[in-house]
């Protein structure tokens, strides 16, 4: 799909928050295409350590 034509835009976005005292990162694919914004959860995963915002 990313070497589609139609494709306008593309992200890949890190994260890392706090849910129920448990730090977890997590990574989100942003892509345009034929007019209709695609937004895919592809991962979670939990972090041992304190993350610093």
Known sequence: MIGDVSVRS???AFDA???R???LVDLRVRIYYKEL???????G???FD????
């Open 45 to 47: 995963l939990p972090m």
């Open 10 to 12: 593309s992200s890949l």
């Open 17 to 19: 928050s706090t849910h």
């Open 21 to 23: 005292e448990q730090s």
């Open 37 to 43: 914004l695609c937004i895919n959860h592809m991962f």
């Open 50 to 53: 304190r993350h610093k915002v």
